[in-house]
Antibody, heavy 126, light 111 residues
Framework: QVQLQESGPGLVKPSQTLSLTCTVSGGSISSGSYYWSWIRQPAGKGLEWIGRIYTSGSTNYNPSLKSRVTISVDTSKNQFSLKLSSVTAADTAVYYCARAVTGYDSSGYYNWFDPWGQGTLVTVSS | QSVLTQPPSASGTPGQRVTISCSGSSSNIGSNYVYWYQQLPGTAPKLLIY???QRPSGVPDRFSGSKSGTSASLAISGLRSEDEADYYCAAWDDSLSGREVFGGGTKLTVL
């Protein structure tokens, strides 16, 4: 069964770029019609969708973060990555990667996340 | 401020039935599917309900989802202590070029 694992620095200085990688195991990142997504959660708060990438390289970003976010994929390594630039303390959160099952039918658009990585805490502080 | 609105808290005693509501708009719940995620303390969210009312394998049938218009709800029957968790609803929103939106989460306490 597919498993996801986030990795990257746990501490980033303000104004710098946050970089995280999600490694997919138990299956190929290129198989199936999935989007690979990033979601974050500040301590004690709710979930915020950051964006997603298809293995073709097609991306969608949350409009509130779009100017600072880049998501990329490396199919040879079975990984996808997140870069968030010009970070501030407001970007401190647990960052999750997840696989998204996505499509459209007569009842609307579907986009559910399963499975999720365990999450990694990124703190923005000098 | 979350796009989808959930009550911040809910509670019940073991064996009771509890419902959690999720309110949205025509651009999200009103036109797309709803999902529910369960987040146990200190863990990552887990898919609980997909496509409004479908349960992934392994999710007990005590959990059920429904949708009507621009609102959805999650019902938990036969409440158990291990159901104490945060619950989030989610849906795709067609505005602003499309984005996934979440509710603010509901903390369920089993008394």
């Amino acid at each position: 069964q597919v498993q996801l694992q986030e990795s990257g620095p746990g501490l980033v200085k303000p104004s710098q770029t946050l970089s995280l990688t999600c490694t997919v195991s138990g299956g190929s990142i290129s198989s199936g019609s999935y989007y690979w997504s990033w979601i974050r959660q500040p301590a004690g708060k709710g979930l915020e969708w950051i964006g997603r990438i298809y293995t073709s390289g097609s991306t969608n970003y949350n409009p509130s973060l779009k100017s600072r976010v880049t998501i990329s994929v490396d199919t040879s390594k079975n990984q996808f990555s997140l870069k968030l630039s010009s970070v501030t303390a407001a970007d401190t959160a647990v960052y999750y990667c997840a696989r998204a099952v996505t499509g459209y039918d007569s009842s609307g658009y579907y986009n559910w996340f399963d499975p999720w990585g365990q999450g990694t805490l990124v703190t923005v502080s000098s | 401020q979350s796009v989808l609105t959930q009550p911040p808290s809910a509670s019940g005693t073991p064996g009771q039935r509890v419902t959690i509501s999720c309110s949205g708009s025509s651009s999200n719940i009103g036109s797309n599917y709803v999902y529910w995620y369960q987040q146990l303390p200190g863990t990552a969210p887990k898919l609980l309900i997909y496509r409004n009312n479908q349960r992934p394998s392994g999710v007990p049938d005590r959990f059920s989802g429904s949708k009507s218009g621009t609102s959805a709800s999650l019902a938990i029957s036969g409440l158990r202590s291990e159901d104490e968790a945060d619950y989030y609803c989610a849906a795709w929103d067609d505005s602003l070029s499309g984005r996934e939106v979440f509710g603010g989460g509901t903390k369920l306490t089993v008394l």
